[in-house]
């Protein structure tokens, strides 16, 4: 019988510099993605959500250039995009429990991540605008994680439909995709665990 991964971590020495250090590290650790068909009520409420945009905005961003933004669908905005992903799904020829399914992909929270790329930009690359918009996503999925919450964030080809792109984005945005948050129906399952050593080496 293989031992839990919170078992796993327990045993792991963390270099925290405080208590309130290691502590905030150990359910740092404990963060796995978990889909929407596995969320229920209740979602981040308004002033969590705010604490959520609090955490994206502490990404690394080369001159403030914020190149993100979150469009929030909760109550009559969950209705209004399960109508978006219905036609969706329909336009592509789904019926049935399949077109059903469309629907019940928003809920309970969704959090669409909407980026604003300056190509032109003299100062800031791209690509380290998009590292911010990464380092966002990554923030933003970790404090629902503190605030007790689960979340998933998900894109694919619904991302790229003309009518949902026109339902959320401005001009010159570009729709990402949806963070998925609420609270975890039943226990967290993890993956599996990937040994750090694979990704660390020295110069």
């Given amino acids: 019988m293989q031992p839990e991964a919170g078992?796993?971590?327990?045993e792991i020495p963390i270099p925290a510099g405080t208590p309130e250090g290691e502590a905030g590290l150990r359910l740092l650790l404990t963060?796995?993605?978990?889909?929407?068909?596995?969320?229920?009520?209740?979602?981040?409420?308004?002033?969590?959500?705010?604490?959520?945009?609090?955490?994206?905005?502490?990404?690394?961003d080369h001159n403030k250039r914020i190149p993100f933004r979150f469009v929030v669908a909760r109550d009559a905005g969950l209705e209004k995009l399960a109508d978006l992903f219905e036609d969706y799904?329909?336009?592509?020829?789904?019926?049935?429990?399949?077109l059903a399914l469309e629907r019940e992909r928003a809920t309970p929270v969704v959090i669409a991540v909407i980026a604003r790329i300056d190509d032109h930009d003299p100062e800031v690359p791209a690509f380290e605008q998009w590292a911010c918009v990464g380092g966002a996503i990554s923030n933003a999925l970790t404090a629902l994680h503190?605030?007790?919450?689960?979340?998933?964030?998900?894109?694919?080809?619904?991302?790229?439909?003309?009518?949902?792109?026109?339902?959320?984005?401005?001009?010159g945005e570009m729709l990402v995709g949806w963070i998925a948050a609420g609270t975890p129906r039943g226990q967290i399952t993890p993956r599996g665990e990937v040994d750090p050593a694979g990704i660390l080496s020295k110069f």
Avoid: F
């Fill in 89 to 98: 799904g329909r336009r592509r020829g789904k019926t049935g429990d399949a």
């Fill in 146 to 171: 503190l605030m007790g919450y689960a979340g998933k964030m998900v894109s694919g080809h619904r991302a790229a439909d003309p009518a949902i792109v026109a339902a959320h984005c401005r001009s």
């Fill in 7 to 10: 078992d796993i971590l327990a």
């Fill in 31 to 60: 963060r796995y993605s978990v889909s929407a068909k596995h969320l229920g009520a209740p979602g981040p409420s308004d002033e969590q959500l705010w604490t959520m945009a609090l955490a994206a905005l502490r990404a690394p």
